[in-house]
């Protein structure tokens, strides 16, 4: 078993910056790459960010391209989201995820292990 444990977020203003971790633990060597996922009231849940296993590739969403970075720390089996410039619109739950292969991929259906969920409010 896998389990994904979520901190960070919380209520900040627009133009702000906040940090989201996710620590792996259990059975660490079934996680391969990693990711995050976001959902805001009455939609659907949406990739944001994806990280392989040794880092060497990253994907985004278009609309946070430029304000996140995604990155991991495999000694500490850690991943973060590092979100500046922050606005209302990002504004949801969001969700790290795990996978059991290498490489990096933005469709959730090919995670496997997720977090419990932190809220991110970005108020205007």
């Known amino acids: 078993q896998v389990q994904l444990v979520q901190s960070g977020g919380g209520l900040v203003q627009a133009g702000s910056s906040l940090r989201l971790s996710c620590a792996a633990s259990?059975?660490?060597?079934?996680?391969?790459?990693m990711g995050w996922f976001r959902q805001a009231p009455g939609k659907e849940r949406e990739f944001v960010a994806a990280?392989?296993?040794?880092?060497?590739?990253?994907y985004y969403e278009d609309s946070v391209k430029g304000r996140f970075t995604i990155s991991r720390d495999n000694a500490k089996n850690t991943v973060n989201l590092q979100m500046n410039s922050l606005k209302p619109e990002d504004t949801a739950v969001y969700y790290c995820?795990?996978?059991?292969?290498?490489?990096?991929?933005?469709?959730?259906?090919?995670?496997?292990?997720w977090g419990q969920g932190t809220q991110v409010t970005v108020s205007s």
């Open positions: 995820a795990g996978r059991g292969y290498l490489n990096a991929v933005k469709e959730q259906y090919n995670y496997e292990y």
């Open positions: 259990g059975r660490i060597r079934s996680v391969g790459a």
């Open positions: 990280i392989s296993l040794s880092g060497d590739r990253i």
